[in-house]
Nanobody
Framework: QVQLVESGGGLVQAGGSLRLSCAAS????????MGWFRQAPGKEREFVAS????????YYADSVKGRFSVSRDNAKNTVYLQMNNLKPADTAVYYC??????????????WGQGTQVTVSS
């Protein structure tokens, strides 16, 4: 059974930083692309960032480019999302997901339960 468990969310002031982690189990982590998504109240879930199974390529939504950084440690079965210069618009529940193709959002088949990020102005 695949389990993805996010952590690291919280309340931060605008301009601050947070680092999210997602610990994976029940899958061969090093063979999966990993993605981060978010959903704000009243809005649809949106893509934030993804990373290939090797970690060699990363992809970002335009809204977070230059501020967020995705990385992974295959030895620890963990993917990270470093979020800097946070804005109130970044407030959302953040989810990690596993899938075969980093750039194919519809291919992500396993999801975590989410972690809340709240950015105050």
């Amino acid at each position: 059974q695949v389990q993805l468990v996010e952590s690291g969310g919280g309340l931060v002031q605008a301009g601050g930083s947070l680092r999210l982690s997602c610990a994976a189990s029940g899958l061969t982590f090093s063979t999966y692309a990993m993605g981060w998504f978010r959903q704000a109240p009243g809005k649809e879930r949106e893509f934030v960032a993804s990373i290939t199974w090797t970690g060699g390529r990363t992809y970002y939504a335009d809204s977070v480019k230059g501020r967020f950084s995705v990385s992974r440690d295959n030895a620890k079965n963990t993917v990270y999302l470093q979020m800097n210069n946070l804005k109130p618009a970044d407030t959302a529940v953040y989810y990690c997901a596993a899938g075969p193709i980093a750039t194919n959002i519809k291919s992500y088949s396993s999801w975590g339960q989410g972690t809340q990020v709240t950015v105050s102005s």
